[in-house]
Nanobody, 123 residues
Framework: VQLQASGGGLVQAGGSLRLSCAASGLTFSAYGMGWFRQAPGKEREFVAA????????YYRDSVKGRFAISRDDNKSMVYLEMSSLKPEDTAVYYC?????????????????WGQGTQVTVSS
């Protein structure tokens, strides 16, 4: 199983980025997908998740209204559209795959992780 995250970069505050995560080696449509992030010196934290076979989406409070997660099961891809970015969004962003339907906000429920992509938001 491989998850390949991409799309990170340096952006000014208020700007936008679109992260992508390409999955291979798994039945993508059977996995819940999530995005987490980790800033230097901090623990990995939940950002957004989308279950398998469902249109529901979940977000941490600080990104609601600014970030949008989506998936394309035909392409085995999950995306994170980020807008109105703030310096506090600076972190390495990781995509994960979970066989569970619930508790996608918890990192230990994920079986696979991508390598991460750096997002830096300058003030």
């Amino acid at each position: 199983v491989q998850l390949q995250a991409s799309g990170g970069g340096l952006v000014q505050a208020g700007g936008s980025l679109r992260l992508s995560c390409a999955a291979s080696g798994l039945t993508f449509s059977a996995y819940g997908m999530g995005w987490f992030r980790q800033a230097p010196g901090k623990e990995r934290e939940f950002v957004a998740a989308i279950p398998w076979g469902d249109t529901s989406t979940y977000y941490r409070d600080s990104v609601k209204g600014r970030f949008a997660i989506s998936r394309d099961d035909n392409k085995s891809m999950v995306y994170l559209e980020m807008s109105s970015l703030k310096p506090e969004d600076t972190a390495v962003y990781y995509c994960g795959a979970s066989t569970g339907f619930a508790l996608l906000t918890i990192s230990t429920h994920y079986a696979y992780w991508g390598q991460g992509t750096q997002v830096t938001v300058s003030s």
